[in-house]
């Protein structure tokens, strides 16, 4: 069965870094994009960056444009979201999501706390 499974998250201070990782399994990983989403409390999901199966192609929410890099190692089956210069705003519990045959995956998602 499909699984993803987030890692990285963790407690940081403002103009900080973190990498996320998550690792898939249950099918054929190097065929479909990938995307990034993170919740904020009280707020609904939403898409923070995407990449495409090749890893060539990437997309990003214009409020982390420049702070965050999506990359994936197809070999390893795992995807992974570089943030930096990190702000307070962006605690969340981030999500690693697939979508296969129109049928959308998540994992369990990773907490991210920026607070000093």
Do not use: H
Request: hydrophobic letters at 30%; aromatic letters at 10%; one cysteine or more.
């Amino acid at each position: 069965q499909v699984q993803l499974v987030e890692s990285g998250g963790g407690l940081v201070q403002p103009g900080g870094s973190l990498r996320l990782s998550c690792a898939a399994s249950g099918f054929t990983f190097s065929n479909y994009p990938m995307r990034w989403y993170r919740q904020a409390p009280g707020r609904e999901r939403e898409l923070v960056a995407a990449i495409s199966p090749p890893g060539i192609g990437t997309t990003y929410v214009d409020s982390m444009k420049g702070r965050v890099t999506i990359s994936r190692d197809n070999g390893k089956n795992t995807v992974y979201l570089q943030m930096n210069t990190l702000k307070p705003e962006d605690t969340a519990v981030y999500y690693c999501k697939a979508e296969i045959r129109s049928i959308g995956y998540w994992g369990q998602g990773t907490q991210v706390t920026v607070s000093s």
